[in-house]
């Protein structure tokens, strides 16, 4: 794409003539925007460029392991890259706390805690880099509608707290699919270029009720398998057809309701968790319906999660459109 690679190169010597022989700091979670930024910047400026990314605990399945791997020292940028494992303290700033926006908060607080930790760390930093894309420049202009229902930790400012003298924005003028282009261009990973939308607070709000270590692997486990399988069916009908299922929802996990119930396993009585799959179309996330995968994909996949992920004994489909129901369970 002749216009991208002209974009990259252009925002390429941009940086460079801004940054001069500065240092630029960047909070990485490895959703397709921060990832973008990373790129473009290492790029330009190598290791004047520090990013920092926090593992949470709230992550899918090994994906604290797939930025490491694109970003980290064994990968194909030149950049300072920092890994804050803080998945037990995030645990245990979350025990016992149930409330949806108490959650939110706490994972939102603890996160700006832990950049500033890093930032103290790395020392006077010039420049403070941000994957904002040109839809965020307007939501937060004109007030989106989810920022108001609920509270958005990723939207509106993180700054404040580190010292720099002044703000860098590469990808402020692009488009979501604009900036999937530039990713593509700079060459990182289409697994991680064409990311479904992933929430800041991560599976966090996707765990109704408190917050465990064991309830992360129940649900990370349950929605990996989810996933593989709808996308196993989405390739399988795409070779066959030539296009994507009409049923390709543009969102879909799966969620951990805090019910347990009472079944049986073999010869024993079983008291487990149920699973939630959650699927929806939408063009604007602020409407959704409920997507019709195919049933014998979701019979596969319950019958995965029963038998591959411990602590499991239901699983249920959300059918519920937005509104009344919100994409997210918390
Ligand atoms: P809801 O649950 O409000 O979600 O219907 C709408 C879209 O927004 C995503 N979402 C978030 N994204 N930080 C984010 O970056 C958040 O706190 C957050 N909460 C919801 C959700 O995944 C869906 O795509």
């Not at 025990?95 to 603890?110: F, S």
């Not at 996990?253 to 019910?259: D, S």
């Amino acid at each position: 794409d002749w216009k991208m690679d002209a974009f990259v190169e252009h925002t390429i010597r941009e940086i460079r003539e801004k940054v001069g022989d500065g240092k630029v700091l960047l909070a990485l979670s490895g959703g397709v925007d921060s990832s973008v930024a990373a790129g473009l910047l290492s790029r330009a400026i190598g290791k004047q460029l520090t990013c920092v990314f926090v593992d949470h605990g709230l992550l899918r399945k090994d994906e604290g392991d797939e930025v490491e791997g694109v970003f980290g020292p064994n990968g194909q940028f030149d950049l300072n890259f920092i890994r804050v494992n803080a998945q037990q303290r995030y645990y245990d700033k979350l025990a016992g706390v149930t409330e949806p926006e108490a959650k939110r908060k706490i994972i939102g607080e603890e996160f700006i805690r832990i950049f500033e930790e890093e930032a103290k760390k790395i020392g006077a930093v010039d420049f403070l880099a941000q994957g904002t894309i040109y839809p965020d420049v307007v939501e937060s202009g004109l007030g989106g509608e989810s920022a108001v229902i609920k509270s958005h930790h990723n939207v509106g400012g993180l700054p404040d707290f580190v010292d720099f003298k002044e703000i860098i924005e590469p990808l402020r003028d692009l488009f979501k699919d604009e900036v999937r282009k530039a990713g593509l261009e700079l060459g990182i990973p289409e697994r991680l270029v064409f990311r479904q939308p992933f929430p800041g607070p991560g599976l966090g709000i996707r765990i109704i009720g408190e917050v465990t270590a064991e309830k992360v692997r129940i649900v990370q486990d349950a929605d990996f398998i989810y996933r593989e399988e709808v996308d196993n069916a989405a390739a399988e009908y795409k070779k066959e057809h030539g296009e994507e299922p009409s049923w390709m929802p543009n969102q879909y996990f799966a969620a951990l309701t805090n019910m347990r119930s009472v079944g049986v396993m073999g010869d024993f009585r079983t008291y487990d968790y149920a699973v939630a799959l959650r699927a929806v179309k939408t063009i604007d996330f602020m409407t959704a319906e409920s997507a019709e995968i195919p049933y014998a994909v979701l019979n596969k996949v319950m019958n995965r999660i029963i038998n591959e992920v411990k602590g499991v004994n239901r699983v249920f489909y959300d059918l519920t459109s937005k509104p009344p129901g919100t994409i997210e369970f918390e």
